[in-house]
């Protein structure tokens, strides 16, 4: 009796960790139709990329460790730190 409810508890946890959520794949954001809207604030994605940058990134370079998804402004940012005045 055990054995077959056990199999069915089985299938269902490991359907259950293949599904993907809303939160892991959503489609108002970070897509061409929604024209690559962020799915996190700026405030929010400049912190979890700074804390990786102070682990992972020379001090030399963290100049660079700021999210930004304008191609001008993050020009601008190396520039600044490799081209200096």
Known sequence: MWK???TLFTVSLVGAQ?????FENPTDCG????DWKP???RKIADQVFG?????FVPPECRGLC????????????????????
Do not use: G, H, M, W
């Not at 293949?18 to 809303?22: M, Y």
């Not at 897509?31 to 929604?34: I, L």
């Open 51 to 55: 804390s990786c940058c102070e682990r």
């Open 18 to 22: 293949n599904e993907i959520s809303d």
């Open 66 to 85: 700021v999210y930004e998804s304008n191609p001008i402004e993050a020009r601008v940012v190396v520039k600044r730190l490799f081209c200096p005045p």
């Open 4 to 6: 077959p409810l056990l």
């Open 39 to 41: 799915c996190v604030e």
């Open 31 to 34: 897509n061409q139709a929604t």
